[in-house]
Structure formats: structure tokens, C-alpha cells
């Protein structure tokens, strides 16, 4: 005989007509015995039982209608609690295996590095390689793009703006023939509000994208119709540092100027607040913002008016700066 269920059941569903049936045969009859119900529909009464719109007493044996409400109010608090539990769960997934993924990444290092550069000439490859790399890195992206940018390649903003809300930093390096044309410059104005940082350098540079310092993707054709992805970690971390070189060298733009766009309210704000003396802590407490998202736009204003410092960006503002 089934006992009475202490938990919400594995896969909850709604009773199906033939559990309806059988409850209300035994809420209609005040009480059944267990035997009885048994013979009735086993497989409903069982059901009903987990439910816990049916109790079984085992002192007399009876079976007796509950509440409804009450049993779904329980219900509910059950399968929170175990969804609860799950999320914490998934939480910790990752962590959870980090000395075998330790063990995975020293195997693979000290595994043949002309294993770890791939080279695709079709665009198809490239693009599908391209979707899988960006759907997963989690950290930071770097790309040098030198000439100019098509606008098909800006028009379509929907992965890098998921990129950008999981927590990814973005930095791109142009050529200064991005500031001659209207569309680069107006993506750049907008992507700035989202969070990315852009400079430009004018010197002659190498196409390449870096994600999380771990995979680097570069041209290995003048036509851009080939490309190597490299995953060899001393490779990456020379490509890396080619990419921070030139970056140093760079220069910020004023790409809201340029476009003669206004700033945004809250980085107006936020500014205003830098300018008239408060720190960080303080311009959040006041615009009921996270010190997080403060300092988010803070870093966004330091780009658009390159101040290297919190006091240097206040003085600026403070000048009459747009």
C-alpha cells in the first residue's frame, strides 16, 4: 500500500480526469478505505496520495478528502522550495568541477600547440565557429578592426548587447578612417552608452579578436576569407599584449560630439554629481543606483571626455564640458 507523500512529487502535473473522478467519488463519500480505493484506481489513488489531495490515516486505514486549496497552497511551497534548491545547485555547477576543469586545461597546454590553431577558409565555418565562441565567453572581448567598418557588420548589435548584459567588457581599436564615416561613428556613440570602449590608432594594424584570453582569431588572408583560431595560451597571451601595446598608443574619441548627441540623462546626472564633490558611494546612495552601475557609467564618462582620474573627469565636467 502507498504511503501518504511527505515532499511534492518528482514531475508535478495536474490531476488528469481520472484522479478528478476519484476524488470527488471520495469527497462525496466522506471516507473509503484505502483497499477500496485501491481497487477503484490504483494508479489515481497513488497519484492522488503525493497530491496530498487525499490523506491516509494508518491507525483505521481510511482514505479522506483534503482541502484543495490547502493541499495546492502546499504544493506550491514544496516544489519552490525544490526549485530553490536547484538554482543553488546550478550555481555551484561550474564551480563544483573546477580541479577537473584545472586538470582539462593543464592537459590540454602541455598537448601539441599546432593542435591548438585551427584554420577555416570557408565563411560558413568561420561564422558558425565565430557564433559558438561568442555565445560562451564570459569575461572580456578585444578586437582590432583596422579600415573601414561595413554597416552590415554594426547593423546587427544583438550578441554583443547580450555579451555586454552577462558581464562582458568590451574593447575595440579602430583606425582613424572610422571617424570619416557616419555609420562607425554613430555606433560607436551608441555603444558607448552600452558600455563598450573604443579607441583609435593611427598606425597600421593587424585584424584580430581575442575572447576571455583564451581564443584569438585572426586573418590569415589579405581578403579576410580565411582565419586561424588560435587556443595555444602562449600565442594568445603575445597576441594579447600586441593588442594592450597598441591600445596604450591609441587614442579616445568623442564620439557623442561627433555625432552631436546629448548625453544621456543618468550619465548627466552622474556626472553632476561628480562635479559638485561626491564620491562614488555617494552618487549612488543619491540616484538609488548600485555602486556597480555607478561605476559603469563613471567609466563610460572617463571615455567620452578621457579623464585618466575620478578628479580629472569632476574638473572637466565641472569646465563646462557637454
Partial sequence: MPEPAHSAPAAYSAPNEAEKALYLSVLRAGRVSLREAMEQDAAATTRLLELRLLVHSEVNGWVVAVNPRAAGLQLSADLRGRAAGLLARADRAVDDLDEL????????????????????????????????????????????????????????????RQALARGVTASILYQPVARRTPHTVAYAAGATEWGMQFRVLDEPFARM??????????????????????????????????????????????????????????????????????????????????????????????????????????????DGAR
Fill in 209 to 318: 579578436l581575442i575572447f576571455d584570453r583564451r581564443v584569438a582569431v585572426i586573418s590569415t588572408a589579405t581578403t579576410n576569407v580565411t582565419a586561424a583560431f588560435i587556443e595555444d595560451p602562449a600565442v594568445v597571451d603575445h597576441l594579447v599584449g600586441v593588442f594592450l601595446r597598441d591600445w596604450e598608443r591609441a587614442v579616445r574619441v568623442p564620439w557623442f560630439d561627433e555625432v552631436d548627441r546629448e548625453l544621456p540623462e543618468v550619465l548627466r546626472r552622474v556626472g553632476e554629481l561628480l562635479a559638485s564633490g561626491l564620491t562614488q558611494k555617494a552618487v549612488a546612495s543619491r540616484l538609488g543606483l548600485s555602486e556597480r552601475t555607478v561605476a559603469a557609467h563613471i567609466a563610460r564618462l572617463r571615455e567620452r571626455y578621457d579623464a585618466e582620474t575620478l578628479f580629472q573627469l569632476g574638473w572637466l565636467m565641472r
Fill in 101 to 160: 576543469i584545472e586538470s582539462y586545461d593543464s592537459a590540454q597546454r602541455r598537448s601539441d600547440p599546432a593542435a591548438r590553431i585551427t584554420h577555416l577558409s570557408a565563411l560558413e565555418q568561420i561564422q558558425r565557429r565565430l557564433l559558438v565562441i561568442e555565445a560562451e565567453y564570459r569575461e572580456e572581448g578585444l578586437a582590432a578592426q583596422p579600415g573601414e567598418r561595413p554597416p552590415e557588420y554594426l547593423d546587427d548589435d544583438s550578441r554583443m
